[in-house]
Nanobody
Framework: QVQLVESGGGSVQPGGSLTLTCKIARFTGYYCMAWFRQAPGMEREVVIT???NGERTVKDRFILSRDNTNNTLSLQINNLKPEDTAMYYCAAADPLRVGCPKEYTYWGQGTQVTVSS
């Protein structure tokens, strides 16, 4: 079992920024990793991903950083909007022979982000 622990959530006003951090108890450079979010009453959605090779998706206002020395995956969210309010989850998966699986195996408990004035 791979443990992931998220931190950094909180309540912010629109236009603010937050940095979420995911600490994984293994070498981050080995895993496919991602941030997901789930708003109340909504399905969980993927926010941003990074492969074990460092290839990452891009999403406006979201900056992904991986620190393989400290085994952390950080997500900086800029210009926060009320629609960013959600529980944010870090996830990891063992890489396939080529690429990453569609489903993630390991999940953190989540960190809440609330954006309101």
């Amino acid at each position: 079992q791979v443990q992931l622990v998220e931190s950094g959530g909180g309540s912010v006003q629109p236009g603010g920024s937050l940095t979420l951090t995911c600490k994984i108890a293994r070498f981050t450079g080995y895993y496919c990793m991602a941030w997901f979010r789930q708003a109340p009453g909504m399905e969980r959605e993927v926010v941003i991903t990074i492969t074990h090779n460092g290839e990452r998706t891009v999403k406006d206002r979201f900056i992904l950083s991986r620190d393989n020395t400290n085994n952390t995956l950080s997500l900086q969210i800029n210009n926060l909007k009320p629609e960013d309010t959600a529980m944010y989850y870090c996830a990891a998966a063992d890489p396939l022979r080529v690429g990453c699986p569609k489903e993630y195996t390991y999940w953190g408990q989540g960190t809440q982000v609330t954006v309101s004035s």
